[in-house]
């Protein structure tokens, strides 16, 4: 008997920095469902809703099997596609479908996809302080703990001591420094890698923030520290600079975490503008867009970095290292170190253990969620005040 779509639900909590939002299809088999992850953490009743109003009603009553069927039809079904906010919520159905799919046949999602290729992924971690000696000081306590890849910041992203002054009546926000930031971080970046030696892999995210030929610059100053690779360089509307990136400097490039149209990552693989791709998998709509642009990825020789911040969700998580341990183009893995309360809140929540994440066992995603506890974590309502990015002069400039 086919088994069915019986509910779409969504589940928003709060158990950390992020509000999240995980969906749940439960089907006409009893006790049989899946999880998803569907968060824009930024945005997250627009997606609620758009899972509850739109995506939910049209798929309730499907086979489950029907995976690719599903997404094909929920991308198009409101004719204008894409955009994160319908990404997340197709994202939230499709990683339950899968999440299904491996329940019912007693796998784990990467034995669907053609089993492992290795038995755990090489996960970086993050380092970020006030002074270089703050910095260093936590990279040294992330390799104590076996961890090989360090994402290296100060003061997050961009963010200098000191700032010139905007004209007076200038607005509110967050502001940084374009050139202090780039100055701060080359010598944050050359004094880290002189304490710490060659071995440690050592990553830096520009996060977006600098004018495109600020940037080329940049790559080609940061040479010398011989980056793992160097994240977010360009925004996506500034994407043909790399090509002069490419042309003066080899510094390994990832990018992708903004992308949300097929078109963004295949024209820069197509071009080998970047090293790896890191798009947000619910962000660009779940499982089944992330394995072809793994495939694709592998044909024209760049690896993968799944976006993997405290705004993924746990469900994310799990799904970022399914598709890690099956992809022969797998790179390396962000992971935010997540709390005691994370995990009681998903049972089953990947675990770093010596610098690789380890899945759970578990068939589908390997990941579940205590409901009544989310519960006790209700979202955070908060005007989002980071992007709310200015430059010194006062003018307002992408986060
Ligand atoms: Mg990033």
């Known amino acids: 008997m086919t088994t069915t779509i019986a509910n779409v639900r969504v589940i928003l909590t709060q158990p950390g ?8 299809v439960e ?10 992850c569907a968060t824009f953490t930024q945005r997250l009743h627009a ?51 899968w999440d299904i799919k491996g329940k019912q046949a007693g796998m784990p999602v990467h034995d669907l996809l053609g089993g492992r290729c290795r038995e755990a992924a090489q996960v970086y971690r993050h380092a970020d302080g006030a002074t270089p000696a703050e910095v260093t000081e936590k990279v040294l306590a992330h390799a104590a703990q076996g961890i090989r890849f360090v994402r290296v910041q100060q003061r997050l992203y961009g963010g200098s001591s000191s700032l010139p002054p905007a004209p007076p009546g200038a607005m509110p926000g967050a502001y940084y420094d374009p050139d202090a930031y780039r100055r701060e971080t080359l010598a944050l970046l050359e004094h880290v890698r002189a304490e710490v030696g060659p071995d440690l892999h050592l990553l830096h995210d520009v996060h977006e923030r ?9 790559a080609r100053d940061l040479e010398p520290v011989g980056l793992y690779f160097l994240e977010d360089l360009l925004a996506p509307e500034d994407l043909e600079w790399l090509e002069r990136v490419r042309a003066v400097s ?15 990552w295949r024209t820069v693989a ?18 089944t867009p992330a394995r072809k642009a793994a495939d694709l990825a592998h044909t024209y020789g760049l ?7 405290p705004d993924t969700s746990p469900v994310g998580h799990a799904a970022n290292l399914q598709l890690d341990l099956w992809s022969p183009a797998f790179g390396v893995q962000e992971w935010y170190g997540p709390s005691e309360l994370d995990h009681a809140m998903f049972p089953g929540l990947p675990e770093v ?26 979202v955070r309502d908060d005007v989002v005040g980071w992007t709310q990015a200015r430059l010194p002069d006062g003018s307002p400039v992408r986060p």
Request: hydrophobic share 40%; no cysteine; glycine share 12%.
């Open 47 to 97: 997606v609620a809703a758009a899972v509850e109003r739109h995506v939910g009603p049209l798929v309730l009553g499907r086979d489950v099997a029907r995976i690719e069927d599903t997404w094909q039809q929920a991308m198009v079904n409101g004719y204008w596609r894409n955009g994160p906010v319908l990404n997340n919520a197709i994202s939230g159905v499709d990683q339950a479908l």
């Open 27 to 36: 089907t006409s088999e009893p006790g049989l469902y899946g999880l998803g």
């Open 210 to 218: 600098l004018a495109p030929s600020d940037a080329v610059q940049f």
């Open 353 to 378: 253990r010596d610098g690789y994440l380890h899945p759970s066992g578990g068939p589908g995603l390997g990941i579940d969620i205590d409901e009544t506890l989310a519960a006790q974590h209700p």
């Open 250 to 264: 080899t510094t390994p490039l990832a990018l992708g975490e903004l992308f949300n149209h097929p078109s963004e």
């Open 17 to 24: 920095s992020a509000g999240l939002a995980i969906v749940k």
């Open 303 to 309: 690896r993968t970095a799944w976006h993997g911040p």
């Open 270 to 287: 197509e071009r080998r503008w970047v090293d790896f791709l890191r798009m947000h998998v619910s962000q660009m709509g779940g499982i």
